[in-house]
């Protein structure tokens, strides 16, 4: 069975009101990863740019790294197949939009503090309500499309967490203490990312920066950051894929080492700039995991 074949049009989602973002919307109630069926449909040209596949669970969500993405029922599971003209090297920072725009849905549809955690990650009270997981298909100067993967913990009870993630994780309704309109989840991100995404494709993050920044979690704190790099022999065209994707790969090594110093911002090309003792030092998306102090 293909992928397409299991997931049915939503015609109407109500509180949309995107041009492009969601036109079609598919959703299922079940499947292994949105992501990877969306990069199936996308390769073989059946869904093209602004499509989206919505999931109730999943049975193989994954995140950076290859790690597991907890899909439970009760949370948002979906990925937008984006077909950018813009150059490989510019989708990293898609990841930092696609966030912010979680972040300000999240803030203005269900007035919470959601703060964006560099790089793909949304925050509330400190725990991870979202993350987003881009991947792409590109050749050296083209990209084919962008599958961005966003996971929301929408109505999940600590319970429906596995243990590893309980401490860490939280939910749109442990937050605000009731259940919350699933569809609205959705739709107030697509509405919200729709413009984002136009301003990164036409001035990339010239502007979005700063915005971003008001709404980084850990501003003006000590944070430190892990290196990850390529292992030996992980060149050219999937090594660079991988580093623009942060995605999975064996070939990835953690250092234990981090790098200790002041969050001051994320610049134009979203790089995370740390003060370390009063030089400022930026750090790509890709090469670093950040954590708190
Ligand atoms: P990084 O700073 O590198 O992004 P991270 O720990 O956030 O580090 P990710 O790869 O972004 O790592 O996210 C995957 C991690 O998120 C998993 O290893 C797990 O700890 C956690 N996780 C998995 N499912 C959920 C979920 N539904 N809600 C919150 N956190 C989850
Ligand atoms: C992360 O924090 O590492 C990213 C998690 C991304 C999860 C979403 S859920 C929808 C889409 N399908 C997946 O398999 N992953 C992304």
Request: one cysteine or more.
């Amino acid at each position: 069975m293909r992928p397409g074949d299991i997931y049915e049009e939503v015609k109407d989602l109500e509180h949309l009101r995107t041009k492009v973002l969601g036109r079609p919307l598919l959703i299922t109630e079940d499947t292994a990863s949105t992501n990877d069926d969306a990069k199936l449909l996308a390769d073989e040209n059946l869904l093209g740019h602004g499509a989206v596949l919505l999931s109730r669970t999943q049975s193989r969500g994954k995140g950076r790294l290859g790690r597991r993405w907890a899909s439970p029922r009760g949370g948002v599971f979906m990925s937008i197949i984006l077909q950018p003209d813009l150059p490989p090297a510019q989708v990293p920072g898609l990841s930092l939009a696609v966030g912010y725009s979680v972040a300000r849905a999240l803030r203005e549809s269900f007035d919470l503090d959601a703060k964006i955690k560099w790089p793909n990650d949304v925050l509330v009270s400190g725990r991870k309500i979202c993350g987003v997981l881009c991947e792409m298909k590109a050749e050296q100067d083209r990209v084919h499309y962008v599958v961005a993967g966003i996971g929301v913990n929408a109505n999940l009870r600590p319970d429906d967490f596995p243990p590893e993630v309980k401490d860490t994780a939280t939910s749109l309704a442990a937050e605000l203490g009731h259940n919350v309109d699933q569809d609205l989840v959705v739709a107030s991100i697509l509405n919200y990312f729709e413009p984002v995404y136009e301003e990164y494709v036409q001035r990339g993050l010239t502007d979005l920066a700063g915005h971003i920044t008001s709404v980084a979690a850990y501003l003006g704190e000590r944070v430190v950051v892990h290196n990850r790099t390529l292992g030996p022999g992980s060149q050219g065209p999937e090594a660079a894929r991988l580093h623009a994707t942060g995605s999975v790969s064996p070939q990835i090594v953690s250092t234990e080492t981090g790098q200790e110093g002041v969050f001051v911002g994320i610049d134009e090309s979203g790089r995370l700039l740390l003060d370390m003792d009063g030089v400022t030092k930026a750090f790509d998306v890709g090469d670093v995991s950040l954590r708190s102090v």
